[in-house]
């Protein structure tokens, strides 16, 4: 398809320019040529008729687990590369915690090789931002931003060490890339698994407090103000962090910030039955850290939503729940799981496709999440009313670890174009529940 | 409600827990016998899956099983999916496989016996799951109760010690809450779990305070080695604030008694004169358990061949 494709008669939600209305959209040899209130008389071209259909610019996720190299049997680029294009995702960042880690550029070339042979989206590797994550050594930041790096994180395994961390932050500004944190102060979250709260005291699981997360993130604003570098916090979870977040913007700290779908739609209490598929990292928090992060979302405090898939296999979440690794999966769910904002009112279609595409595509510094003639054609048609039943099992993830496997969502990605080719298709309104 | 297994008290009715004691209070009479065993359960095997190392625990619910006439069978597995190779869910899979009518399971990790019980035909009995419930403790505790008391409507009840991390406070909470009682609990705040309220209960940081009108005075057993996870700065202390002796238990009523799920630390938790003389009743607990499992094993272990004939 390097033909012209003529996207006829959708609602272009396009953040960037901020266009919210009908329109055609004309895309030719990967890029877009034209985004104008109905067009006519196109010739040689395929038409595609998108009446009823939204048309935005691909997502953009900031925080993904892609699990290769080293751990292909959760995923592999090539299985999470069409997980993310059947969620609409034509941009991944992936995170460094590989088999081997993405601390050399050795493995940043690796999977950028992989990506171009194996995967339908582009993918940009988080390289780690010490060596093995072992938060001692800073890694060689300029050979992997060389290398395509786009960010730099240790995620998972935070640097607790506030010394290391200023020179991480430091050091990022020669490279202007920005560190991305999972904020959680190790020492408080000792051995928690869910939300301390109502919801750990029932259960008789050790809470791991919202505090926990609250205090880090003061750490690290306080650290990027002395710095000076671009922080973004990953997956925030409580209104605390929200609150400080607003503050530090408001007093100019380069921060940015993102928030996951489960973060965004569901509460501690998912986990009262004890299903592994309901511990993540942070965990699932409390109805006003929710509407907290979602009021974040809607003024700007925070910029993205970022997926953290996390792809584990079925055999390590069928354990005790204290066992079982944590996280989600994300992908192919995201859109539908996160329109539940839209239909509730707390954000507009503009805001959210801002949140899933143009507002990470800053983030990173990507040229990406826009629909403006010359940008490259990487769009997604959505179908915002469709209800489909979702089995992880039918998905294209190597895993099964959703909490939504076997409920019915509302709002579906019928198609998703990266540079112009159709990477994704799914059944207009057949898949209705 | 019953049916399926007893995962928690949480979930079960007051009409419930009633039955289980009325079965109880039959059942304890045939301890009493020269000869303690009836055919009730003869042909009917019960497995007790121990993950968690526990003497007492299960020699009661194996007694039980055998004065029923049960085929009891002890499996104690390695205790962590991350140390062993078979996962836990194959380990009950495997042995369901084998048809019991009952498994009794201990698991260190809150939750492990309503994950298994999801899978398995065979009832599931929890005894005991990590921080999360006791069920057969708080119901021969019930029971202990409505032998001293003659009912549970009506009682204040004050849990003593390490609520945060105790699977008995929580079952007891919930049992003695469900029938009726008032239940207060009290300890170091370090060992008061968060939003303890959700339970149902006061909370008191003061033990004076908590005893004050009490007609139950429950122990907990502290976990010595808790005080590398910072909960308390002694024993010494530990004792001096929140141990019961002859001379705190004046704080509460002139008839209350004492209760400890036992192993009882001795002049840390009681002092050594309470934990052998009364009001404690502490052994009455032990034997009151045996009727309580044998009662709980009959109710669903005996009704999946449609119901035993004799008792």
């Known amino acids: 398809m390097a033909g012209r494709v003529w996207i006829r008669g959708g609602h272009v939600l396009d953040p960037a320019s901020g266009r919210d209305g009908r329109a055609d959209v004309l895309i030719e040899e990967g890029r877009v040529i034209a985004v104008e209130a109905l067009l006519e008389g196109v010739a040689d071209a395929e038409s595609i008729d998108a009446r009823g259909l939204w048309v935005a610019p691909g997502f953009v996720d900031l925080h993904a687990h ?21 969620g609409g995702f034509t941009s991944v960042a992936c995170m460094a915690n590989t088999n081997p880690v993405n601390d050399d550029p050795s493995v940043t070339d690796y999977i950028m090789d992989r990506a171009r042979k194996d995967s339908p989206v582009r993918v940009f590797p988080v390289a780690a931002a010490t060596r093995g994550l072992a938060g001692e050594v800073m890694t060689e930041m300029s050979a992997l931003v060389a290398a395509g790096a786009v960010a730099f994180s240790d995620d998972g395994k935070t640097i607790m060490d506030s010394g290391m961390q200023r020179r991480v932050l430091e050091y990022s500004r020669m490279v202007e890339k920005p560190v991305m944190v999972h904020a959680e102060d190790r020492t408080l979250v000792r051995d928690g698994v869910v939300n301390e709260g109502a919801v750990s005291t029932r259960l008789g699981l050790p809470g791991n407090p919202a505090v926990a997360e609250v205090v880090h993130v003061a750490r690290d604003l306080l650290l990027a103000e002395l710095t000076g570098a671009h922080l973004h916090v990953a997956h925030v979870s409580t209104a605390g962090a929200v609150a400080l977040l607003r503050e530090a913007r408001a007093r100019g700290i380069h921060v940015t910030a993102e928030a996951s779908p489960h973060h965004l739609t569901l509460t501690d209490e998912a986990a009262l039955g004890y299903d592994p598929n309901t511990k993540m990292a942070p965990p699932l928090r409390g109805k006003d850290d929710v509407a907290a992060c979602v009021a974040g979302l809607a003024d700007g405090t925070l910029d993205a939503i970022a997926t953290d898939h996390a792809p584990h296999a079925v055999h390590e979440k069928e354990v005790e729940f204290t066992a079982a690794p944590p996280g989600v999966l994300g992908f192919e769910t995201a859109f539908a799981v996160v329109m539940a904002l839209v239909r509730e009112g707390k954000l507009t279609p503009l805001q959210l496709i801002a949140c899933l595409a143009w507002n990470p595509a800053r983030v990173l510094g990507l040229p990406y999440g826009k629909l403006e003639p010359g940008a490259a054609a990487d769009l997604v048609l959505l179908d915002p009313v469709q209800r489909w039943s979702y089995d992880p099992a039918q998905g ?31 059944a207009r309104g057949a898949a209705a529940a | 409600m019953m049916g399926r297994g007893l995962l928690a008290i949480e979930d079960l009715e007051r009409e ?39 003497t007492r625990t299960r020699t009661s619910f194996e007694i039980a099983g055998k004065r029923l006439s049960a085929d009891v069978v002890n499996f104690s597995p390695s205790s962590s999916s991350l140390t062993k190779k078979e996962s836990i869910l194959d380990t009950a899979k495997t042995l369901d ?3 019991p009518d009952a498994v009794v ?23 005991g799951d990590g921080a999360h419930e006791h069920p057969t403790q708080a119901l021969l505790d019930l029971m202990t109760v409505v032998e001293e008391k003659g009912r549970i409507d009506g009682l204040t009840v004050t849990i003593i010690g390490d609520i945060a991390h105790s699977r008995v406070a929580r079952s007891n909470i919930y049992a003695f809450t469900k029938m009726g009682a008032e239940v207060r609990v009290a300890g170091p705040p370090t060992m008061l779990p968060a939003a303890v309220e959700c339970l149902g209960v006061k909370a008191f940081r003061s033990l004076r305070e908590a005893l004050d009108g009490a007609d139950v005075v429950m122990a907990l057993r502290i976990q010595l080695e808790r005080l590398g996870g910072a909960l308390f700065p002694s024993v010494r202390e530990y004792s001096a604030t929140f141990g019961i002796d002859r001379a705190k238990l004046r704080f509460a009523k002139d008839d209350a008694i004492v209760m400890h799920p036992g192993p009882v ?10 934990a052998n003389r009364r009001p404690s009743v502490i052994l009455d607990q032990v034997r009151n358990g045996v009727a309580l499992r044998m009662a709980v094993l009959y109710l669903l272990a005996g009704q999946k061949h449609g119901g035993p004939s004799e008792a």
């Open chain 1, 66 to 86: 892609l699990r290769e190299p080293g751990q292909e049997y959760k995923e592999d680029i090539a299985s999470g590369g069409r997980a993310a294009a059947a």
């Open chain 1, 396 to 426: 294209y993830s190597k895993s099964r670890n959703s909490p939504w496997a076997g409920q019915t969502l509302e709002g579906r990605v019928l198609a998703t174009f990266v540079a112009g080719r159709l990477v994704h298709q799914a």
């Open chain 2, 16 to 54: 419930d827990i009633e039955l289980i004691l009325d079965t109880a209070f039959h059942m304890k009479e045939v301890g009493q016998r020269e000869v303690k065993k009836v055919p009730t359960l003869r042909g009917r095997t019960i497995i007790n899956l121990f993950f968690e190392s526990s």
């Open chain 2, 97 to 99: 496989a084998m048809d």
């Open chain 2, 105 to 127: 399971i201990r698991h260190q990790v809150a939750g492990v016996p309503k994950q298994i019980a999801d899978q398995l035909t065979a009832p599931v009995i929890n005894a």
């Open chain 2, 265 to 274: 630390n001795r002049g840390v938790e009681l002092s050594n004169d309470l």
